[in-house]
């Protein structure tokens, strides 16, 4: 039977060897199977150019081994140690405005740096061949949260090379970027450059174009590190991924470039919002998967930190959100950290074992969840059920991050995230899938603000629609190629059966009131109805009595377009959705179903017909969760 991993990041360097036999028996009795080593020990690994002290870690790979904890042991490559810096000033990170920044935190490395890849394949290849066959090893673990960005002139040449690579002639470049426009029509490839702090607004498409570069950039490192390992290795090998605006790593393509998908998913929202992040990153963890196993390998234990502030989670919600994780696909659950760190930038991040020790609520949490988990192993081998897709596309979410659009309030993960929640609420779990995806297993399909539309993508929808598919776009969508140029009507016009004339972007507090009594915020447009039905329209203001919501039969299928973001209720209402404080999840493999069920509610919830094995209604304490196994 599987089995699911439960662990977490855990850094012995940081403490005497003393404790570390304390931590061995502590991670038994929480139920701890798997910890990852080595993330941040380059400096303890390496103290000097090419001389190594591996002592440290023989002893402790061998006390976790005795212990039964395997290891998912890391490259340290996130964090060069200060030697390196100082031998190699070239190699620190430059950023967008020219300032050069110094050693001193995490990630001061650049990328580009031909000194920095070395070092990186050497400590890589160092490791790999000292610990290939040790007996505690599971899993190579690759660098950290790649997504370090630089400006400096070794990144601005390799970035030239991507554009020859990519265009071919600068002819092909001028077009694709528009550089009619302002004048920057380049005759020489040595004057591209990256889009740095300019006078006033960058070009859009070089902005694109750079953050598809160190997507690419950023995997040929890995890929080098990766090498290294698997010249002496055949176990797993992954990186931990991590969401972010500031993040240039297109994930769904590097998701076939390591063998288990592995996330880092911090909610930054203290109420129920912290709720549907969690399901929306798990959603999204496994449509990068594309149905393989995945992995959650960090999350925090006992805090939300939204930004000012931390706030404690209240009991049970750890489990919940840890829960929430394995039914919607993760082959485990890991932490950062396992034991609370002394000092250092982050010392009041939440840890297994906290600053308060073994003694305390978070641990006694930890320790009920581990001895939860082996009973739910049998979960990790069905499938998630999901009827509806919402599509997701890393290159039109930087696209929408320009400085160029006419709303500095449109904003790509807002939109996606919005649509997510709405089915979250709704009890009804969704997939993500690329635009270009086989779509044909889907009820539903949601395109939020698909901004930017490839040919392909526009031929994929429209042929899913043809089939008999449910098709809904959303605002701002279709209106751009992969160039950034404009493509009027639209990707989307003839399918839909609209034409959009102007936008209407409203402030941040405003809204607008439909006919059917809906009502819509942040955006609307002036459609007019081809050969689409209007649905529902807006009532009052300069667009009364214009189309606000649209379908069109095509095929088998229907074709929908709402061109205003819809709150919570009126999307309820337009898809057909039930609010419920329970979240939901179904995974089915043969003849069984199993529902899993989490309480995000303050009081009992009594579930209907949960299952054949539950006689009537199936009450979930407030804060609680359960499985109901169905033949």
Not at 175 to 191: I, K, L, N, R, V
Request: aromatic share 12%; hydrophobic share 40%.
């Amino acid at each position: 039977m599987t089995r699911l991993w439960y662990g977490g990041d855990y850094n012995p360097e940081q403490w005497d060897p003393a404790v570390w036999k304390e931590d061995v028996d502590l991670m038994r009795q929480a139920g701890v199977n798997l910890v990852t080593v080595g993330v941040f020990s380059w400096s303890t690994l390496e103290p000097s150019p090419g001389q190594y002290n591996f002592i440290w870690l023989d002893q402790i790979l061998d006390q976790l081994y005795d212990g039964g904890v395997s290891v998912d042991l890391a490259t340290p490559t996130a964090s060069p140690p200060p030697w390196f810096s100082r031998l190699h000033p070239e190699a620190l990170p430059v950023t967008a405005d020219g300032v050069r920044l110094t050693h001193g935190s995490r990630d001061t490395y650049c990328a580009c740096a031909p000194a920095y890849r070395e070092a990186a394949r050497g400590i890589a290849r160092a490791l790999a061949e000292r610990y290939h066959d040790h007996p505690a090893l599971a899993m190579w673990h690759v660098h950290n949260e790649y997504g370090t960005v630089c400006y400096c002139s070794l990144a601005a040449a390799r970035f030239r090379e991507w554009l020859q690579e990519r265009y071919g002639t600068l002819d092909r470049l001028n077009e694709a970027w528009t550089t009619a426009f302002w004048s920057q029509g380049y005759a020489d490839w040595t004057d591209v450059e990256p889009p740095r702090k300019t006078q006033y607004l960058v070009n859009p498409t070089q902005y694109l174009d750079f953050r598809r570069f160190w997507s690419d950039e950023l995997l040929a490192a890995y890929l080098e590190q990766k090498t290294e390992l698997r010249k002496v290795s055949p176990l797993p090998i992954t990186t931990n991924f991590v969401f972010g605006n500031w993040v240039p790593v297109n994930h769904a393509r590097w998701a076939a470039e390591v063998d288990v998908v592995a996330i880092d998913h911090y909610p930054d929202q203290a109420g129920i919002a912290a709720e549907e992040q969690t399901a929306f990153g798990a959603d999204l963890a496994r449509g990068w998967a594309g149905g393989r196993p995945w992995l959650l390998m960090e999350q925090a234990a006992g805090t939300l930190n939204t930004g000012p502030r931390m706030h404690a989670k209240e009991p049970s919600r750890m489990a919940r959100h840890s829960l929430s994780n394995i039914a919607r696909g993760s082959q485990g659950v890991l932490f950062f950290q396992w034991r609370a760190s002394r000092g250092g930038a982050e010392m009041y991040h939440s840890a297994m074992v906290p600053h308060a020790g073994p003694d305390s609520r978070m641990f006694r949490e930890i320790t009920q969840l581990g001895s939860e988990l082996p009973h739910l192993a049998e979960v990790a081998e069905s499938n998630v059920v999901a009827d509806v897709a919402i599509l997701w596309d890393a290159e039109c979410w930087w696209a929408m991050q320009g400085t160029h659009l006419p709303s500095s309030s449109l904003d790509y993960l807002a939109a996606v995230r919005a649509a997510h929640r709405h089915f979250w609420r709704g009890g009804v779990t969704v997939d993500f899938a690329a635009p270009t995806d086989d779509l044909t297993s889907y009820k539903l399909v949601v395109a939020p603000s698909l901004y930017l539309v490839s040919d392909d993508a526009a031929a994929n929808l429209a042929a899913y629609v043809e089939s008999g598919g449910q098709l809904v776009v959303g605002y701002f969508s279709g209106i751009v190629d992969p160039d950034l140029r404009i493509r009027y009507p639209g990707a989307f016009a003839d399918l839909l059966g609209v034409r959009v004339e102007e936008f209407h972007p409203l402030p941040d507090d405003g809204e607008v009131v439909l006919s059917s009594g809906g009502r819509g915020r942040l955006w609307r447009e002036d459609v007019r109805a081809v050969s689409a039905e209007v649905v529902d329209r807006y009532a009052g203001g300069v667009l009364d009595g214009k189309p606000a919501i649209t379908r069109r039969q095509v095929g088998a299928g229907t074709a929908w377009y709402v061109s205003t973001e819809l709150d919570d209720a009126t999307a309820a209402r337009l898809f057909e959705l039930s609010p419920s404080p329970v979240e939901t999840v179904r995974r089915r493999s043969g003849d069984t179903t199993w529902t899993l069920l989490f309480n995000h509610g303050d009081a009992e919830f009594a579930v209907p017909d949960a299952g054949e094995l539950v006689a009537g209604e199936l009450p979930v304490p407030a804060g609680g969760y359960a499985v109901v196994r169905s033949p």
